[in-house]
């Protein structure tokens, strides 16, 4: 199946900056494959993994992992793995055990900086009610306490396939299940409805102004993700033209900016839109048998975008710039196991760090479970070479550093021995003598990048 990714080319350029002076672009292309590890899942259905991930980035910079493991029908444990800014994968520990399901996780970091983690199912296996609940850890996530009587949604959160959860500008929490939503942590306070034919329902909220927001897949009367802000007051409800699958769509809200945004696989499959609730539209990409398509919040407004074909070998990322104007280049990552992989059903994802951490349920022979990578954004540096100042044969050097257009200050760039650091405007100066030089770039959750200098 052939595709075509639009916006972003590696290829390398030829810039004649004066007579007798040429500059080309390094030709090392964007990087194609990663390295996957496991995170949950399993051969037998004792390990069979749950359909959703718990995610949250603490003050410290570790991203929590919650996962479960078991079939709905026996006990399931639910457990906690760490992993590091850099994508190191940690120690996990036990958030629950006798439990009973193997369905929905949301998880929030509080103001206080302590967790809460909200699971459907029921506290004991083969109880006879249950629904979303809520338990609580500190931030480490080392001891987590199952509230009682802290229960609600009833059999509709019990069976939910996914949860939500987020806070409102005030610090309340909000949680959702498929077609629900539930303000406050008061288990008697009414349940209400967003409606009622959807697989999921997500939560976010906007930066700016405070509104919750929630998208996904509706099929009464058309087809589509069904996209509405539900708090503080119910708004515009708009229907995007979107594939017919829960995975066809994702939802973010930039974090310190304003804007909610759905990034979708168009019905036909052969674009990637991305669109912010109440604006405008951008087409991320063109192809064809797309199904899969997710946004992520990244730091300073930044969101990650990725998608995917049904049942193919490849993930596509991208990141935008801070205004989500433009997008670095495209990145593939070829799935592990591409001769036995059956595809993969989930993308999930937490980009509040700067890179991406990505995390992909998939089916490799007869295990599945959820396996992640840890994809690093990436930049472009780009030399310009000027004439010498007269009687001299070292000709002066600017090197510019960006990041889908915006600058990136702070930045270390070596070329012929010399330490370089980018100023507010993402440059840096030096003269050179006739002679090729490589001149490489690097920075804190970037993947290094190089440029070819001539000088004549």
Request: with cysteine; net charge positive.
């Amino acid at each position: 199946m052939r595709r075509q990714l639009i916006g972003w080319s590696a290829a390398g350029v030829v810039l004649i900056c004066a007579a007798g002076v040429v500059l080309t672009a390094g030709a090392g292309g964007v990087p194609r494959g990663t390295s996957w590890s496991r995170i949950s899942g399993g051969a037998t259905p004792a390990t069979a993994p749950g359909g959703q991930l718990g995610l949250a980035r603490t003050a410290d910079g570790t991203l929590h992992v919650i996962w479960n493991r078991g079939t709905g029908d026996s006990p399931t444990t639910i457990f906690d793995t760490r992993i590091s800014s850099a994508g190191m994968i940690g120690r996990t520990t036990t958030v629950a055990s006798g439990w009973a399901g193997n369905e929905g996780l949301a998880l929030l970091v509080m103001p206080d900086k302590t967790l809460r983690l909200f699971a459907a199912g029921m506290s004991k296996a083969h109880a006879a009610s249950g629904g979303l609940n809520m338990l609580t850890a500190p931030s480490s996530g080392n001891t987590w306490t199952l509230v009682p009587n802290a229960v609600w949604g009833g059999a509709t959160a019990n069976a939910g396939a996914f949860a939500g959860a987020t806070l409102t500008n005030t610090g309340d929490i909000v949680t959702s299940w498929p077609a629900y939503f539930h303000v406050g942590l008061d288990p008697r306070a009414a349940d209400s409805l967003i409606h009622p034919d959807m697989a999921s329902s997500p939560l976010v909220t906007d930066h700016a102004t405070g509104a919750i927001v929630t998208a996904g897949i509706t099929i009464a009367g058309k087809a589509g993700t069904f996209v509405r802000q539900l708090l503080p007051h119910p708004g515009r409800s708009v229907l995007l033209p979107s594939a017919l699958d829960e995975r066809s769509s994702g939802l973010a809200a930039r974090i310190a900016a304003p804007g909610v945004y759905v990034a979708y696989a168009a019905l036909n499959g052969q674009t990637v839109k991305l669109v912010r609730y109440g604006g405008t539209t951008k087409t991320v990409a063109h192809g064809t048998g797309f199904n899969t398509a997710k946004v992520f919040a990244g730091p300073r407004g930044r969101l990650w975008i990725a998608w995917m074909v049904f049942r193919g070998t490849e993930v596509f990322v991208t990141r935008s710039n801070e205004a989500v104007t433009a997008f670095e280049p495209v990145q593939t990552l070829t799935l592990p196991d591409p001769s036995t992989n059956q595809g993969v059903l989930a993308l999930q994802g937490e980009g509040s760090a700067g890179p991406l951490d990505l995390f992909a349920g998939m089916t490799i022979g007869s295990e599945a479970g959820f396996m992640h990578t840890h994809v690093l954004a990436l930049f472009k540096l780009q030399a310009a070479v000027g004439r010498p100042a007269k009687g001299q044969t070292k000709a002066p050097v600017r090197l510019t550093l960006r990041d889908a257009g915006d600058p990136v200050p702070a930045a270390k760039i070596v070329v012929a021995g010399k330490h370089l650091k980018t100023n507010a405007k993402g440059l840096a100066t030096l003269t050179l003598a006739p002679g090729s030089y490589t001149a490489t770039a690097s920075a804190g959750g970037y993947a290094t990048t190089s440029v070819s200098v001539t000088v004549h």
